[in-house]
């Protein structure tokens, strides 16, 4: 798809989640508007995770197949995973702040995964900017890429051992617990964030070729 | 040589120059022991064993970290990363080997940081002897990998902390939790990713 057409679905798409998310989706019962947070949080966090495991996909390709564009498509994956995953961090904060009085809970085991991968994915940007620009470096930036994917899991198992389990749990082995109307509403929220990942996604690396193209010219012209 | 003989040759290679410049392991264990000095200050009277325990781990991630910084120094500084990987062997061994080496001196670290921890603090039971030595196997196999791309960055002895502390975070719960399991799946997982990812962390071009 084109980047313009890109841009306007994923425009169209997050207007209607917004509209749907403050005026279709019911008030939950218990926590009242404060609720209306989970349409932006949840989809933030999931397209996070997607960023990540796209990334981390790319860094495969580059490992295996050598794939000549693979570093940057990984590099400008994870850099849209970190954006999303502070947005995930903020939101989530923002909920707890009202529903639990407290800005931060260690109990909350999604917000500490969350902090645990910011950490590491910003490493992954001391890396690759204290490294100099080449092969060797987008071999160690895949590799570390890699490793964020396994270390996903591996946090959350930890997380999940060292504290006790306040977190609501909306989606259980028993399926979403939600009414149709929220569910609804959280699919066109989360294909929103998707879609806005993908928009961000194609410009910046667009902006990204564009830049290594005229770098080379300029080095073609001097 | 086998895969075997030139990971033992890499690894008796590390430790003999250690043992002629003991550059790396006196600094770890002044380091271990002063930190466990200094967290008998921060912590409050009677805080009891549960903090401390949390201390032990700590002081024992920073005093790996140290070893690890140090590990592929001489390689850099002296371009004989270029020669080892110029050498006939599989690059892997080279990590192995490595690994080994930094797997003994924190041992050796250990060996004199957990009994000043029973002495400073309160006594380390078996469990805990157990979890150290699985945390040991993880921290070093993915810490000299770290190591490894650390030293080609500009910041260096600054980039290793940053990348390796985030991966540390599980090991430091099932140290503390006493997860023995846990900290089993930790290394495998790890280690294999760590050895099948070797080679293109050194591989120029």
Redesign the interface.
Known sequence: MKLPTLAAVSTALLGLAIALAFFYAPTDANQGLSQRIFYFHVPLAFTAYACFGWGAWKALLH?WKGDPGADLESYVAIHQGVIFGSLTLLTGSIWARISWGVWWSWSEDQLVLFL??F??Y??YF??RF??DP????A??C???A??GV??IP??F???R??RKFIHPVVFTSHGPQMSGAQFLTFCVCLAAMLGLFATLYALELAGKRLDASLRELKELLA | MSYAGDVAALARKDLLLELRAKETLPSMLLFVVSALAIFHFALPRGAGHGAASGLLWVSLVFTALLGLTRAFVAEREQGMFDALVLAPCDRSAIWLGKSIAVFVFLVCAEVVALPAFGAFFSAVDGRTVAAVALADVGICTVGTLFGAMAVAGRARELLLPLLFLPMAIPIVVGGVGGYLWFLALYDVLFTVLAWAAFEYVVAEA
Do not use: E, H, Q
């Open positions: 490992l645990v991968l950490l590491f910003c490493a001391m890396l204290s490294v080449g092969p060797a470096r071999n160690m895949a590799v570390y890699l490793f396994v270390l591996v946090s198992l930890a997380i051992l060292s």
